[in-house]
């Protein structure tokens, strides 16, 4: 981020866009005040709030990340949501109706002793949520609220940001990719660039009915503009790559399985979308296909066409340099699956592992680099990219290996416009190209646009 020149007044509402790597998440970090000059990187200009350093009105402000697991720091849920409240003193008799006011806000699904480690990411995000709501901050920033909620939890949350924002009469600066979803929310929006401050700025119907074909080409999401989808191409036969037979899975101190009885099939040349509300096991049920996990009961299964001579062979077994040969993983936190000190080097990993001669693997690394933008990032460290370039590059290091299937969990998290256009043509090839894509997605559009099949979970963990 550089040459910003922007104010905002207490009041507004402010949804704040731009192309993905543009510094939304620099900014909002910065106004929270968890900067620090002594800890690096190179700062110019004047940032304030309230007319002071955004580290001296810490108090005043409430930041939810784009990641929430990051933002969640006690064993229990309740727990986590005091901890702001405590380390602001705020008296113990006023804590707990706080904290379960908040937790009713966010239409949280557990009581407060539920363990912080057995939610899902679409219930971090809500917990987070709570934590931040219940600060009751006069400045509210939420870095995509919703994006790993699912659609019905998506629109609920909204609704609560209308009602608490109304209440405390609040300043919010909104950073979301569902457009459309979000206007209601808010009454102006901005739009910035990398390195070049303001792009727009203005009244949403106006930017929008104004400047929307401009800030589309620019990869920013506009209301009324999808991307093109892929074009439809011929296919090679399909063949049954893994199977799932009754397959359950339980994680330890649960009471229930999180999903139960699955039986379905992985096919190549097709692409599998798995859907449902948030806790319902979706992510669960990719690591049972990737491999990752080995299932309580039942069995997850090679085909024939994938492991040729092992077929019916248990995949929890493989040792992983077999397994990264057949099946690449993308996992909902990105952060999850990065070993090196650069983006370049994340992408050699694979392919090195697998006995790829030098030359090839760095002709694929480039290759990967350049299709999914991130060749100006080669030798940046990977966990400071922003939420959409870690997501893609997580998705670049499971397809380095070139493996026959990819299980992608949230693959369009933190895109732009442009960069989920890329990702869809991408993955529509190697899937025309006769590979098998699983993917979990709360991206109805993403779904629509890539997915063959569709398989839906319910609460219970049982294909619906």
């Not at 990641?67 to 003193?89: H, S, T, W």
């Not at 971090?124 to 870095?143: H, S, V």
């Not at 106006?206 to 990869?219: H, K, M, N, S, W």
């Not at 090679?302 to 340099?321: T, V």
């Amino acid at each position: 981020m550089r040459g910003l020149d922007l104010t905002i007044e207490p009041g507004e509402r402010v949804l704040l866009l731009g192309s993905s790597g543009s510094g939304k998440s620099t900014l909002l970090s910065a106004l929270a005040g968890l900067f620090d000059p002594a800890g690096g990187g190179e700062t110019e200009g004047i940032l304030l709030v309230d007319g002071r350093d955004p580290r001296q009105t810490r108090d005043r402000a409430g930041l939810l990340f784009q990641d929430p697991e990051v933002q969640i720091v006690m064993g229990r849920v309740g727990d986590d949501v005091a901890f702001g409240l405590e380390n602001r003193c705020v008296p113990t008799p006023g804590i707990w109706p706080r904290v379960d006011a908040a937790l009713a806000a966010v239409d949280f699904p557990y009581g407060r002793d539920r363990a912080t480690q057995a939610l899902s990411g679409g219930e971090q995000q809500r917990l987070a949520l709570a934590g931040t709501l219940a600060l009751q901050p006069g400045l509210l920033m939420l870095d995509e609220p919703t994006a790993n909620l699912d659609p019905d939890g998506a629109s609920e949350v909204r609704l609560v940001l209308d009602r608490v924002v109304e209440r405390l009469g609040a300043t919010l600066i909104l950073v979301e990719h569902r457009v459309d979803e979000s206007l209601p929310l808010v009454d102006r929006v901005v739009v910035i660039e990398a390195g070049g401050g303001v792009m727009v700025d203005g009244a949403p119907h106006e930017v929008f009915r104004e400047q929307g074909a401009r800030l589309a080409d620019a990869g920013v999401w506009v209301p009324d503009h999808p991307p093109a989808a892929p074009p439809r191409r011929s296919r090679p036969p399909s063949e049954t790559l893994i199977i799932a037979e009754h397959a359950a899975f339980r994680y330890p101190s649960m009471a229930v399985d999180a999903v139960a009885n699955v039986d379905l099939s992985v096919r190549s040349s097709e692409a599998l979308a798995i859907t449902g509300p948030n806790g319902s096991g979706k992510s669960t049920l990719g690591l049972l296909l990737a491999g990752l996990i080995a299932p309580r009961v039942g069995r997850v299964m090679a085909g024939e066409a994938l492991s040729a001579g092992h077929g019916r062979e248990p995949i929890a077994g493989w040792p992983a340099r077999k397994l990264v040969r057949r099946i690449g993983t993308v996992f909902q936190d990105p952060e999850h699956q990065f070993l090196t000190a650069s983006v370049r080097e994340e992408l050699l990993l694979g392919p090195r592992r697998v006995g790829l001669a030098p030359a090839v693997a760095a002709r694929r690394a480039d290759e990967l680099l350049e299709r999914l933008r991130l060749t100006h990032l080669a030798a940046a460290n990977p966990f400071t990219l922003s939420g959409g370039e870690k997501r893609r590059l997580s998705v670049a290091t499971a397809l380095a290996t070139a493996p026959a299937v990819l299980v992608l969990d949230e693959p369009t998290f933190g895109q732009d416009r442009r960069t989920w256009g890329d990702l869809v043509h991408l993955l529509a090839a190697l899937r025309d190209s006769g590979r098998a894509i699983v993917f979990v997605t709360h991206d109805r559009a993403f779904a629509h646009a890539l997915g063959d099949r569709t398989v839906q979970l319910g609460q219970s963990g049982v294909l619906s």
